[in-house]
């Protein structure tokens, strides 16, 4: 019997993140099927895994085009949008030998799978949570086209199966990805720490250099109660971590250059202040921190999965209505575990040491985010139902 061929198709940052959860439970259930991605949004570093395929580009909005955003689309249209998207539909109508099709983000994913490679295809619903806003009409009509369908939460694949999609929801695959790596991240025992995570877009550099300003300010408030307040910044794969590391030295943080590998790749220090860059750790970070500073999409969410508050700054941005409508949906997602404050300084300090000082708001924060996130193990059913799939093509 050959092996299974599956395509795993993506349509955000987030989302690539989570094809490589879902790659890891096909190879774990199956190592001869054969996995490749596509990515729909963005480009997949070169040295990741699975190796990804077909035509891929950098687009202004990073992905944000949802919602009708128009601005973006008219951005990335001027990109170069149009002609990108008849390249991935001709890649994807000659992708006929594929056993399943695995369309993990939101319904325009789906639909350009469904249309164009006109193979099995399982939804991984990654966009969209009743929490924030159901599915539409429209929507719901494309969704019952796939074979199945792995809502992000009970709530969302309740009112799916309502209007009759093959949902389910068998765990938070975003929550398959928080593994620890059991590096040594320096962590003082007396210390005060965060894990700050400024994206993996475009802007993750300035993001980051904006959170530090805020943790010199926090700091120094620590600093009058003889307490030290120690950061671990996180670089996410496609950030490019000399880019971090100048933007955060412009701040007064004297960072050592980076280095390859894993765990904390520069580190230096600003008065009360001790940094670190850390890659491929992210587990690690979120487990030995107390509260978490996000900028971010995914990252935010598995923080606030793993029981840590998450406190964002309201963006003042190149394109600030952006980054409020985006903040909004995730502070509708995530509920009282996400506490969204103004980015000046100062204040976002002062909010920041009067949470620390109210402990049971931050567990009542890190109850709120478990409990909307949910458990882990979504991957490995995704993986079942896509190999039982190709298993069953086999056969016929």
């Known amino acids: 019997m050959k092996s299974a061929e599956i395509l795993l198709v993506s349509n955000g940052f987030g989302e690539m993140a989570i094809v490589t959860y879902i790659a890891r439970a096909l190879r774990a259930q199956s190592g001869s099927a054969r996995i490749e991605h596509l990515p729909l949004v963005g480009r997949a570093p070169s040295d990741t895994w699975p190796t990804a395929v077909g035509p891929q580009a950098d687009m202004p909005s990073g992905g944000l085009i949802a919602y009708w955003n128009l601005r973006n689309l008219a951005a990335d249209i001027g990109a170069g949008l149009g002609a990108l998207t008849l390249r991935q539909y001709r890649f994807l109508s000659q992708q006929r030998q594929r056993d399943v099709i695995v369309a993990v983000g939101d319904i325009y994913c789906l639909s350009l799978s469904l249309l164009a490679a006109r193979r099995p295809t399982l939804f991984v619903a990654t966009a969209k949570s009743d929490y924030v806003a159901p599915h539409s009409g429209i929507e719901l009509a494309i969704a019952r086209h796939a074979a199945a369908a792995f809502a992000r939460d009970e709530v969302t694949a309740a009112s799916m199966r309502a209007a009759g999609v093959a949902a389910s929801y068998a765990g938070n695959i975003m929550m398959d990805g928080v593994e620890r790596t059991g590096v040594d991240l320096g962590i003082k025992p007396d210390a005060l720490v965060f894990a700050v995570l400024p994206g993996s877009r475009a802007d993750a550099a300035a993001a980051a250099a904006g959170q530090v300003e805020r943790l010199a300010a926090i700091a120094q408030q620590m600093a009058g109660r003889g307490r030290k307040v120690q950061a671990l910044v996180s670089i ?12 955060i030295r412009n701040t007064g943080v004297d960072l050592s250059a980076p280095v390859p590998g894993v765990g904390v790749i520069a ?23 107390a509260i978490v500073l996000g900028q971010a999409g995914t990252a935010n969410e598995q923080a606030a999965g793993c029981g840590k508050p998450v406190i964002a700054a309201a963006q003042p941005g190149e394109a600030p209505e952006r980054m409020q409508w985006y903040r909004m949906r995730q502070k509708r997602l995530l ?4 506490l969204v404050l103004q980015p000046q ?22 109850d709120t985010g478990r409990m909307r996130m949910g458990s882990p193990g979504g991957a490995q059913a995704v993986a079942q139902k896509a190999l039982s799939l190709a298993m069953g093509k086999a056969r016929t």
């Open 345 to 366: 300084p100062q204040a976002f300090a002062a909010e920041v040491v009067r949470l620390i000082d109210d402990p049971q708001r931050i567990a009542y924060m890190a």
């Open 267 to 289: 580190s230096g220090q600003r008065d009360n202040l001790e940094l670190a860059l850390v890659r491929g750790a992210f587990g690690d970070m979120i487990a030995a921190a």
């Open 236 to 247: 996410a794969p496609s950030v490019e971590a000399t880019a971090v590391r100048n933007a």
């Open 335 to 338: 509920g009282d575990a996400l």
